[in-house]
């Protein structure tokens, strides 16, 4: 038995491009399944704009609590009795301005959480906590 060792240096210069065919096949039977999918029209209930002025939202009440504890309503100084009186006056008007509390630091818990349970008590329904004093 002999079997014949060819060895050859020579580069092989033909592409086998079959697969590369079987593919393109593949993506236009894809491409044609789906391109009449992409140009369907769909009908869309878009909002239309209106002529009407856009109304002037409320300035917002600013409440500021020093580290002292005292109280000011947009710079007013106000104590915890005038506090709940403005803040029932506020809740019961039909169109409700935010409440943005502006606490310092050094203020305890316990009187921001008083503001708040107050807030929430007279049917303040906005009330932004403010980041810095």
């Known amino acids: 038995m002999a079997f014949s060792a060819r060895v050859s240096n020579d580069v092989m210069a033909s592409i086998n491009v079959t697969p590369l065919v079987d593919v393109l096949l593949v993506l236009l039977i894809i491409f044609m399944i789906t391109s ?19 109304t002037d939202p409320l300035t917002p009440i600013h409440l500021a609590i020093h580290e002292d504890g005292q109280m ?7 104590d915890h ?9 506020a809740g019961a008007l039909p169109k ?9 630091d ?11 349970a107050n807030a929430k008590a007279q049917g303040i329904e906005r009330i932004n906590i403010l980041g810095q004093f």
């Open 72 to 78: 000011y309503w947009n710079d007013t100084p106000i």
């Open 106 to 116: 050094g203020v305890d818990y316990d009187t921001v959480a008083r503001v708040l």
């Open 81 to 89: 009795n005038q506090l709940v009186t403005q803040l029932a006056l």
């Open 36 to 54: 009449p999918i992409v140009t369907h029209k769909t009908a869309m209930d878009l909002p239309q704009s209106s002529s009407k002025a856009m």
């Open 96 to 104: 409700q301005p935010a409440l943005d509390i502006a606490a310092a």
